[in-house]
């Protein structure tokens, strides 16, 4: 479903990744932990095909990026949830607002956006911050609208890069919570981290990044 | 259904969040169309502004000096059968010696013993007559009458004015061209400087998968607001100037209503061409 082959990709500074080869099966949870600058927020944009590979291929789904066409990108990305590093949100809307765009983008029926996306919010612990915006809350809380986002239209793979990074520990634990039952409606999850500690709390395949290679 | 909600509400949107920036490029069409509009105006009124402040286009027919009255009266009848005419005098041959003497202090029969003046018909022509070629055509249909010895009209001026009319049509054109793509320019840069400081949401949009038509419509539909209020601004500035240039100087200009249709049609095509030029060069 997805797959990674011999994957190289070089920013123009030099730095970037290679010889990355993996692939996610239906339903897996996936840890993708290293260092800062090993190039896990890399790795994720070229799965979201905001790059692409300078070398090797990627499949997912049906898409495969050696054959992606302009126009088939934003069908692709609406397979998957995103939850960016950083968060990327809407500054110009509520929280309401910024979970309904996607299920805006995709043409769901008012009465079904609504149902959602109260339900993502509650599942994130933000009901009573609906109508607030982006800029009043905390950092943590603009985290979990950005997994309440990426999870509103149950993907099929859902990127999150870091999605715990600026929570403190019982947050997290809680954030993982809605993580495993995302992954257990069945959706994959690849997560991007540096906080090994955590990740060995959880069940889940550990893929180690160490300047720009699995290792 | 759901996308035209989005997109109608997040274009409503849209003013709500930057109503500076949008009262801006209302102002900025508003202002443009005006421009455009006055050219406009001049453009189509070039031939009532020449006869406007050439009132005096009338055509002298001289009688034969031999017509009894019966014979002048069929003639006036004659006359009134072409076509073009507005208003037709008579003028006898003892008028016409006291306009001389009016004008000379002389009395004519004092100095001749007779009056050798002719009388005349005055011929006032339709006001979409008064063109060199037409004005033309009508005196020769006046002097190819039987009892009409000659006729006498200033066509010399009215080819000069006709030729300048006619550069100041082309100069006009020209010009309106020029502006119409100036402000085309003016406002797709005004609606790019909106999308540039939109244009890390734009990113985030594309990036959890809105397609271009998604992300773009909205500010096409912004344009088009903004279009069509500009037009309709505009005509109104236009309408009241026109009016109180009438009041001024009667006939000067006719303002038609292509005139402001064609003022909303521009605002509305500069408002969407605009928008789809300012996306076009960063989406
Ligand atoms: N746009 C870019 N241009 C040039 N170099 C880049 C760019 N983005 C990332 N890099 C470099 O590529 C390497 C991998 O970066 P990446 O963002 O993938 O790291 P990361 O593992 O996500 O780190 P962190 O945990 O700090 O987010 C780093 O050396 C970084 O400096
Ligand atoms: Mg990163």
């Known amino acids: ?215 | 259904m759901a996308n035209l909600a989005y997109i109608l509400q997040e274009s409503f949107d849209g003013f709500r969040r930057a109503r500076i920036s949008s009262l801006i490029s209302t102002m900025t069409i508003t202002f443009l169309l005006i421009i455009i509009g006055i050219f406009a105006l001049v453009s189509t009124n070039v031939d009532h502004i020449v006869t406007a402040l050439n009132a005096r286009f009338d055509i002298q027919a001289f009688i034969d000096n031999t017509l009894d009255d019966s014979q002048i009266t069929g003639l006036r009848q004659q006359l009134s059968q072409i076509e073009g005419i507005r208003q037709i005098s008579f003028y006898s041959k003892e008028q016409a010696a006291r306009e001389f003497q009016k004008e000379f202090g002389e009395d004519l029969f004092d100095i001749l013993g007779e009056n050798p003046l002719p009388s005349s018909f005055n011929v006032v022509l339709r006001q979409e007559y008064r063109t060199p070629d037409l004005i033309e055509s009508v005196a020769k249909g006046i002097s190819d009458l039987r009892g009409i010895d000659e006729v006498v009209y200033n066509n010399q001026a009215l080819k000069i004015l006709g030729k300048y009319a006619q550069m100041a049509k082309v100069i006009n054109s020209a010009i309106l061209i020029f502006v119409s793509f100036g402000s085309l320019l003016v406002i797709s840069n005004t609606v790019r400087l909106i999308i540039i400081a939109k244009r890390s949401i734009i990113t985030t949009m594309q990036l959890v998968g809105a397609t271009r038509g998604f992300i773009q419509s909205p500010f096409i539909i912004e344009g088009l607001v903004q279009g069509s209020a500009g037009g309709i601004l505009a005509s109104v500035f236009l309408y009241l100037g026109s009016q109180i240039l009438v009041i001024e100087v009667p006939g000067l200009i006719h303002t038609s209503l292509v005139i402001y249709i064609f003022v909303l049609s521009l605002g509305i095509f500069f408002g969407i061409l605009g928008s789809l030029f300012a996306i076009k060069r960063f989406l």
């Open chain 1, 1 to 215: 479903m997805v797959e990674l082959n011999n994957v190289r990709h070089a920013f123009p500074t030099g730095d970037g990744i290679r010889h990355i080869t993996f692939s996610i099966s239906p339903g897996e949870f996936v840890f993708l932990v290293g260092p800062s600058g090993a190039g896990k927020s890399t790795v994720l944009r070229l799965i979201y095909m905001d790059l692409l590979p300078d070398e090797g291929h990627i499949v997912v789904s049906e898409f495969n990026s050696l054959f992606m066409k302009r126009r088939d990108i934003p069908q692709m990305r609406r397979k998957l949830g995103i939850v960016f590093q950083d968060f990327r949100l809407f500054p110009d809307r509520d929280v309401f607002e910024n979970v309904a765009f996607v299920l805006k983008v995709v043409g769901r029926r008012t009465k079904e956006i609504k149902r959602r996306v109260l339900r993502a919010v509650a599942d994130v612990g933000l009901s009573h911050k609906a109508r607030k915006m982006p800029d009043e809350l905390s950092g943590g809380e603009q985290q979990r609208v950005a997994i309440a986002r990426a999870i509103v239209n149950e993907p099929y793979l859902l990127l999150a890069d870091e999605p715990t990074g600026n929570l403190d520990p019982t947050t997290a634990a809680g954030i993982m919570d809605v993580l495993e039952r995302i992954n257990a409606r069945g959706t994959s999850i690849l997560m991007a981290t540096h906080n090994v500690d955590m990740v060995n709390r959880y069940r889940g395949r550990k893929l180690h990044i160490m300047n720009g290679e699995l290792v």
